[in-house]
């Protein structure tokens, strides 16, 4: 059993940047690709990004490209978005997911485990 907790979120203006942070612990000596996700009132949960165990690969949604990046730390055993650019249509509940192999993906079904989420509000 893996836990994940997000923390970051927050209300920031159009053009401004937010770091989240997402912390695994129980069960983390597994191999685990990681993800984040989005959840937008009245939308279905849409993928953000990914990264590999090893954390060389990585992959991100068209309408995040250029603008999020992620990144991992197997030491802490935590998973960064560092999201800049934001625009409002980047509010949502932002959710981290833990994925029992070393490749990441896009698909949220292929996730076992996924952290309370934490809400980001972009102002314009």
């Known amino acids: 059993q893996v836990q994940l907790v997000e923390s970051g979120g927050g209300l920031v203006q159009a053009g401004g940047s937010l770091r989240l942070s997402c912390a695994a612990s129980?069960?983390?000596?597994?191999?685990?690709?990681m993800g984040w996700f989005r959840q937008a009132p009245g939308k279905e949960r849409e993928f953000v990004a990914t990264?590999?165990?090893?954390?060389?690969?990585?992959y991100y949604a068209d309408s995040v490209k250029g603008r999020f990046t992620i990144s991992r730390d197997n030491v802490k055993n935590t998973v960064d978005l560092q999201m800049n650019s934001l625009k409002p249509e980047d509010t949502a509940v932002y959710y981290c997911?833990?994925?029992?192999?070393?490749?990441?993906?896009?698909?949220?079904?292929?996730?076992?485990?996924w952290g309370q989420g934490t809400q980001v509000t972009v102002s314009s």
């Open positions: 990264i590999s165990l090893n954390g060389y690969s990585t």
């Open positions: 997911a833990a994925r029992p192999r070393g490749t990441g993906s896009t698909r949220k079904y292929e996730y076992d485990y």
């Open positions: 129980g069960r983390t000596s597994g191999s685990y690709a």
